[in-house]
């Protein structure tokens, strides 16, 4: 039996919480490894719709969910969707929610100087979800983060808020912002405790004896590879490695304990914030992907840019991001289109490229060359075989199999659990 992966393909909100979720019930554990709650992955299960941020998908199924030590923990807001998901019926108690000891922390400090430096940019801005996420991941980095567990100990936590604010405040007041109160920062941080530290563990080892019991863990990612802080779009990026080698480091496993790892991939591109994509569409055809597609971010509600699909960059994605297999979500926002585009290729200073420049500028310039596919007239919302799919459908499918170089094995029709075609069971694919 094999633990499952997930990462996303493109930049984000290619649907991973909705696979994540399915694939929950055949999984013991689900482990988020990095990112914080930048993430946003929407669960719709009958009735109920679920806006989860930095929860595991697992937790509406029930399962034992994981935040791992790769993630960067903001209490107060894991507190506030914890209340909030509880409000609609779920529970979670420390029976089926536990978070590394050792992750680091998101303080109000992170989030104000997230914003003070995108306004700082100008027209340079990276387009962040404003949460804190870099500072965080700076800090710890930079050693001076603080920790979960030293929310357990006044001492530690009076020092380490001193060396945090010499450092930040320095930086804020520099930037025109507001500077922070140690003595504010530190009961804000006291009163959180009692309410975080009972959900505190040493996840490794609960996770170590999951996998010596022969039982499924499913890693659950956020973001995806193009941004990826060093394979994606940089500097476009978020400031964790979303690729399928950081399940291992954020979860604290072995890198051989992944298993086979999932790929997420939208039948059209997106992104939101700022930053190259080369196939973005600026007309009726963009305009109506993001309209059916209901392209707003859950995090932030921005309205996402939407594009045809850009299998030069999934390919990429598939080799840097350890990708096994796909599962193709959104099929059925395609649905009506006379013809379809999918990028084959690049024209960069008058050459044409397999693969997207390093440098940003060079990755401005980049013109997409586009194969065109014959679209379909049925929908395809729903359908649950893949005998059902227009034939137009199906060599969609097949031609992005043939570019992208490995086979999609699920595909998801529809925003509800049961709209989905499984062609191989990931839990089951025994890898070479
Ligand atoms: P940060 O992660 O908030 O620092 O944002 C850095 C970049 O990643 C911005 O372009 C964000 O829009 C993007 N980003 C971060 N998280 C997500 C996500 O979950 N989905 C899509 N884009 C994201």
Redo the contacts with the bound molecule.
């Keep these: 039996m094999s633990n499952v992966t997930v990462i996303g393909v493109q930049?984000?909100?290619e649907g991973k919480g909705k696979i994540v979720d399915w694939l929950a019930s055949r999984a013991e554990v689900v482990v988020r490894f990095q990112g914080g709650h930048?993430?946003?992955h929407t669960l719709v299960v009958g009735e109920n719709i679920y806006k989860l941020s930095l929860l595991p998908s697992g937790i509406v199924s029930g399962k034992l969910c994981i935040i791992g030590n790769g993630v960067v923990v903001d209490p107060h807001a894991l507190l506030a969707e914890i209340a909030r998901v509880e409000d609609q019926g779920l529970k979670v108690t420390p029976d089926i929610l536990r978070i590394a000891e050792n992750a680091p922390l998101i303080l109000p400090v992170h989030v104000a100087l997230d914003c003070a430096r995108e306004a700082a940019r100008g027209t340079r801005q990276?387009?962040?979800?404003g949460?804190g996420?870099?500072p965080a991941y700076e800090d710890k980095v930079a050693r001076r983060a603080i920790r979960l567990c030293d929310l357990a100990e006044r001492k530690t936590l009076e020092w380490k808020l001193d060396e945090l604010l010499l450092h930040h405040n320095t930086l804020l007041a520099g930037l025109g912002a507001s500077t922070f109160e140690k003595e504010k920062l530190l009961s804000c941080l006291l009163e959180t405790a009692p309410k975080i530290l009972p959900f505190m563990a040493q996840t490794w080892d609960i996770l170590e004896n999951v996998n010596k019991r022969g039982k499924r863990i499913l890693f659950e990612g956020?973001?995806a590879v193009m941004?990826d802080v060093d394979h994606g779009t940089y500097p476009?990026?978020?400031?964790s490695n979303t690729v399928a080698a950081n399940a291992g480091v954020g979860a604290g496993l072995s890198p051989k304990s992944i298993g086979f790892v999932l790929g997420i991939v939208k039948a059209y591109c997106t992104r939101?914030?700022?930053?190259p994509f080369p196939t973005e569409l600026f007309d009726d055809i963009g305009r109506g992907l993001g309209e059916r597609g209901h392209e707003f971010g859950t995090?932030t509600g921005r309205s996402r840019r939407c594009g045809w699909f850009d299998a030069i960059l999934a390919r990429y994605a598939v080799r840097v991001g350890g990708i096994d297999g796909l599962a193709l979500t959104k099929l059925d926002v395609l649905d009506g289109l006379d013809e379809i585009k999918v990028c084959v290729g690049y024209e960069c200073d008058g050459q044409t490229i397999d693969r997207l420049p390093s440098a940003p500028a060079a990755q401005e310039r980049v013109r997409p060359v586009y194969e065109t596919l014959e679209g379909w007239k049925e929908t395809t919302h729903g359908i649950q075989r893949w005998d059902d799919l227009p034939m137009q459908a199906i060599h969609y499918v097949r031609r992005l199999e043939e570019l992208i170089g490995v086979p999609i094995i699920l595909l998801s029709t529809g925003a509800d659990r049961q709209d989905t075609i499984l062609k191989q069971d990931p839990f089951e694919t025994s890898l070479s």
């Design positions: 930049w984000g909100d930048n993430a946003g990276i387009g962040t979800t949460r996420i870099g956020a973001q941004l476009f990026v978020t400031s939101v914030g700022k930053g995090v």
